[in-house]
Every structure is written in structure tokens, then in C-alpha cells.
């Protein structure tokens, strides 16, 4: 079993261990990030690093600092500014018969957040936590800002269109990794979705959503199971760069891993499997024509 795969059934388990509701296991790692977060008073987003420790379990502030040097750089090296997402502050704490002192703190962006877990201990179950609610949510604020204000359709819209820019990438991944032919690359994604789909193949998913010949069944997913494709493809094309692999067959089995990973924590979550999610009456190209002529009437 991979580093990836262990990271997140560590997370599975942790969530699954504890005596929760159904309700509150699908609601426990929006919790635990969001209420810590503040808003300033231009209705901005940030995370304050001391708190973010205390939620990491890093005891040490010395070696919690070390993970945000690491960060910074992965932040530089990713051509973003470091100041946009990273900002020095003074916080001030209690030390004891109403007095108080100021210590160093970080405002952070829930990009900063992000990078921060990523280059955490990943021995930590906590960490493994981290990383699946940032990338969700970290993919989401960049397909758009004001991601949660959308109707059903426009989020169907956006997860799409952001799903097409990643799957070229992953091609591209892929391609790298040995997968040249078009038949290899359609065993390739059929891999993936067997992983994230319990073992059903893009045929059988197909047939499940008793779609016609010539309907495409990504444009016949709603907003929850296009997210959970999405973080399909960007994880696959992240692990197999990160890691160069090289084969047709260690491709396909990591494409399938990661699928497989991705099932685990929405079950984890509690969430609905993808295959038994409901199917969308309209098709993305439905939408998007009903959009134009909206458009065009302005």
C-alpha cells in the first residue's frame, strides 16, 4: 500500500472511530478547518498559524515554523507571492494573572493552509485529514471565488469545465508515463473510474445512468460527482509526476489507487458513492446552450 493510499484510510479511520452521527461524520472535517477560520474586515478568509498548529497536533512551535518554511517555498516555487499568503502578525496571549504578552503569528490564506499540510508530518492522521479537505476546497476557490453563492447548474458548469483543463493535463501525465495509444489511454481512464466507481468501467456506468449511444456521462454528472472526478484526475496526474512512474500498467494501477483512495474518503465523509448519485435531467451542453441564449437576449 502507497503513502497516498495509507494517508487517506489513517483519515477514514480517524473519522470513522469516533462516535458520530451520520450527519456529523459528513459535516466533521468541514468543521474542524472552518472554525478556525476568520474573515477580516474586508471579508476576507484567513487562518491564524497558531491555531492551525494546535489542529496539526505540533506541540512545538519551533517545528511547526519549520513546516511553514517549507511551505514559503513551495509557495515561491509554484510562481505565487509569497505575501498574498503569507503575512507576519503579533498575536497576543494570556500568560497568567490577567497579563499578557505578544507572540509571533502568521495570517495565512487557505492556499497558505494547503502547502502547509502537504509539507506536514505525514505520519500524522490529522495531516491526512488536512490534505483531503484543502484539496477539495483549495480546487473549489479556484474555479471560483464565490463557489458556494452558485445554483446547481452553474457549479455543474464550473466543476466541468475545470474537469476538461485537468484531464489534458493528465493526458499529458500519462503520455509520460507510457500511455501513447488512444486504446491504452481508454483502458487508462476506465482504470480510474473502476477505482473510484466500487468497479464499474465507464460502460457500466453508461448503462446505469441509462444514457443514449451518443451521450457523454461526464456531461451527465451533477456538481457532487463531477468534484469527486475532478479530484480523481488531479491527484492521478499529481502522483504520477511526483513520482515519475513509468509503465502502462504501473499507470493503470495508480490511476485505479487513487480512485480507490478517493472512494474511501467519501465514504469516510459519509458521503453518497458516486454511482449511486442521482443523474441530472439536463446535459452540460443542455446548460450551456439554455446559458448562450440567456446571453445573447441581454
Request: proline share 1%.
Amino acid at each position: 500500500m502507497d503513502e497516498f493510499q495509507e494517508q487517506l484510510n489513517e483519515f477514514s479511520n480517524k473519522v470513522l472511530s469516533k462516535a458520530l452521527t451520520e450527519e456529523e461524520k459528513a459535516n466533521y472535517t468541514e468543521s474542524l478547518f472552518e472554525s478556525i477560520k476568520h474573515i477580516n474586515e474586508y471579508g476576507e478568509e484567513f487562518w491564524s498559524a497558531r491555531e492551525l498548529q494546535e489542529v496539526l497536533e505540533y506541540t512545538q512551535w519551533r517545528r511547526f515554523h519549520d513546516v511553514i518554511k517549507r511551505a514559503k517555498i513551495a509557495c515561491v516555487e509554484s510562481q505565487n507571492l509569497k505575501s498574498d499568503h503569507f503575512a507576519d502578525v503579533g498575536k497576543m496571549v494570556n500568560i497568567g494573572s490577567g497579563a499578557e504578552r505578544e507572540i509571533d503569528d502568521i495570517s495565512l490564506s487557505r492556499y497558505a493552509c494547503y502547502l502547509i499540510v502537504m509539507n506536514g508530518d505525514p505520519r500524522k492522521e490529522i495531516i491526512a485529514l488536512g490534505q483531503t479537505y484543502f484539496a477539495i476546497k483549495t480546487r473549489q476557490q479556484e474555479l471560483i471565488d464565490d463557489y458556494e453563492q452558485l445554483n446547481e447548474n452553474q457549479k455543474r458548469l464550473a466543476v466541468r469545465g475545470e474537469l476538461i483543463h485537468h484531464n489534458k493535463s493528465l493526458a499529458d501525465a500519462a503520455k509520460d508515463a507510457g500511455i501513447i495509444h488512444s486504446k491504452d489511454y481508454a483502458i487508462f481512464q476506465n482504470k480510474g473510474y473502476q477505482g473510484l466507481y466500487g468497479g464499474l468501467g465507464a460502460k457500466e456506468i453508461h448503462e446505469r445512468k441509462n444514457l443514449k449511444k451518443s451521450q457523454k456521462i461526464l456531461d451527465y454528472m451533477g456538481s457532487t460527482e463531477l468534484a469527486a472526478n475532478l479530484f480523481r484526475a488531479t491527484q492521478t496526474d499529481e502522483k504520477l509526476r511526483r513520482e515519475n512512474i513509468q509503465g502502462k500498467a504501473e499507470a493503470n494501477q495508480t490511476h485505479y489507487d487513487v480512485g480507490v483512495a478517493v472512494r474511501d474518503a467519501i465514504k469516510g465523509l459519509g458521503g453518497t458513492m458516486p454511482e449511486d448519485l442521482p443523474t441530472p435531467d439536463k446535459s452540460i451542453k443542455q446548460i450551456e446552450r439554455e446559458q448562450k441564449r440567456l446571453e445573447d437576449n441581454q
